[in-house]
């Protein structure tokens, strides 16, 4: 069983939009304290991009991203959403969903660090051409 699944990755030009989901099984979106969005271009290292406290909804945004992508949830199909606007060829990578489960009070900078996530989906390939 794949615990997260993600989807809605694609080829895009610059200035276009795409909408990344990310489905959870209930076991693990029942016990998740925080979810976050991360990415990983070529020869570059994983990355937060955005996280959202799955109760209180509270949400932070890598500076790269902010004003342009939106992070959102969906109690009732145990969905995380990351909408994606004004995309950049920079923002071209292989984004991945990550769930916490530790409970722990994290900081903006430990919610966008992956090592604060100990359940990871396989990812959804991103393209953004000029």
């Known amino acids: 069983d794949v615990d997260l699944v993600e989807s809605g990755g694609g080829s895009v030009q610059a200035g276009g939009s795409l909408r990344l989901s990310c489905v959870v099984s209930?076991?693990?979106?029942?016990?998740?304290?925080?979810m976050g969005w991360f990415r990983q271009g070529p020869g570059r290292e994983r990355e937060g991009v955005a996280a959202?406290?799955?109760?209180?909804?509270?949400?932070y945004y890598a500076r790269s991203v902010k004003g342009r992508f939106t992070i959102s949830q969906d109690h009732a199909k145990n969905t995380v959403y990351l909408q994606m606007d004004s995309l950049k060829p920079e923002d071209t990578a292989m984004y991945y969903c990550a769930a916490d489960t530790s409970h722990r009070i994290m900081t903006a900078i430990q919610a966008l660090g992956p090592s604060g996530y100990n359940y990871w989906g396989q990812g959804t390939q991103v393209t953004v051409s000029s």
């Open positions: 209930a076991y693990i979106y029942s016990s998740a304290h925080c």
């Open positions: 959202i406290y799955v109760g209180a909804g509270v949400t």
